[in-house]
Nanobody, 124 residues
Framework: VQLQASGGGLVQAGGSLRLSCAAS????????IAWFRQAPGKEREGVSY????????YYADSVKGRFTISRDYAKNTVYLQMNSLKPEDTAVYYC??????????????????WGQGTLVTVSS
């Protein structure tokens, strides 16, 4: 099982980025994928989650209406489209695989596999 996160970079406030999480060793139909982020000096926090199978999506309040999670079965890849970026979105973003119940998707210990992280920097 491997998760390869990519797409981070430097962007001005108000700009957009699209992160990708390429999965290998398993099929997205069977597992959910979450995006977490960790800013310097802060704890890791859940950003968004897409459930395996149903494709139901979940978002942290801080990103609702700005971020969109999606997946491409053919490419076995999950995306995080980030619009209207703010300086407080600056963090290392990680994708992770798991099968949490809906009420637990924000809990990082619900995920057994993690990607290596990709840095997003939003300048003011």
């Amino acid at each position: 099982v491997q998760l390869q996160a990519s797409g981070g970079g430097l962007v001005q406030a108000g700009g957009s980025l699209r992160l990708s999480c390429a999965a290998s060793g398993f099929r997205l139909e069977s597992y959910g994928i979450a995006w977490f982020r960790q800013a310097p000096g802060k704890e890791r926090e859940g950003v968004s989650y897409i459930r395996g199978g149903s494709g139901q999506t979940y978002y942290a309040d801080s990103v609702k209406g700005r971020f969109t999670i999606s997946r491409d079965y053919a490419k076995n890849t999950v995306y995080l489209q980030m619009n209207s970026l703010k300086p407080e979105d600056t963090a290392v973003y990680y994708c992770a695989r798991g099968r949490p119940v809906a009420s637990a998707w924000l809990m990082s210990n619900m995920y057994g596999y993690w990607g290596q992280g990709t840095l997003v920097t939003v300048s003011s």
